[in-house]
């Protein structure tokens, strides 16, 4: 077995245990921290724990709240439907999480390059070798990923009883996206280090995922140019392990955090005062 070979085995066949393990350590970690009195989430919620005037702590679990109201234990009024409630949840969870409203409101240059970003990312994930690497991992895919006859020695923690397909691009298609996703973040980063509002706002994480990005996008867009050659696909590889590593630690722990429980409990306090 020749070094590329042993690369390849290591980065695809061992990393992903370690990097898996390092994820769930670091999210069990986090949250913990945050349900120490007195720390919040970096945004806010779902869980939020503040001090009282008179010293008291006290924990607000948005997720309690909204279990309590559609399972009837908590009927505050006024209120409005059930409907009203879910409707409003579903609104907020499309354009906020998917169309990206909150950042189109505060900053329209940032929405105009993070969405796009984020898109044509998504796309890729979905896509391709990408996809049937990930998908593989997880148990939700039986395709043994490969990049052109290049077989990625990935594990399979466990095999679960269903199959999702990937979107059926052709290569072409995820190499165009490829290379918006790679313009798309390389401004991004340029925009966080040169624009006075953005770079008093962004803290060392920030900008440390975007370089991860970078690089490993243009790893990527490379590899549609001259082909999967095994260097590459190592690089690309060790690339997003450090990234799915570090988002325990970063700003994007928000993605974990914060998006869909305080997304959903926005809609259910609006339902409960009847705004």
Known sequence: ??????????????MPLITLTIMVV??????GKWLLPGTLTPTGGPIRIGRLPNG???????????????????????????WYAVGYAVENLILDVLLFRRVFRRDKVTWALSWPMHISAGLII??????????????????VPSANGLVLPIPQLFKLPLNIPGLPF????IH??????????VLLLIRRLTVQKVAAISKFDVVFDLVMLVCGGAVG???????PLPILVVIHGIIAHI?????????????????????????????????
């Open 56 to 82: 008291d702590y006290y924990l607000d679990i948005e997720w309690l709240f909204w279990y309590r109201w559609f399972s009837g234990k908590d009927k505050p009024k006024p209120r409005k439907s059930w």
């Open 170 to 173: 052709p290569p072409i298609v």
């Open 243 to 275: 990234y799915f590593i570090c988002i325990p630690w970063t700003f994007y722990t928000h993605i974990i955090g914060g998006m869909p429980f305080s997304v959903i409990a926005a809609g259910v306090r609006k339902a409960r005062l009847g705004v």
């Open 221 to 227: 867009v490379t590899m549609g140019f001259v082909g």
């Open 26 to 31: 670091g999210v069990i970690f986090v949250f």
């Open 1 to 14: 077995m020749n070094l590329s070979n042993l690369l390849i085995t290591f980065v695809y066949g061992i």
């Open 126 to 143: 979905l896509s391709g070798v990408h996809h049937a690497a990930h998908s593989y991992l997880l148990g939700i895919g039986s395709e």
């Open 176 to 185: 165009i996206l490829g290379i918006i996703f790679l313009v798309e973040v």
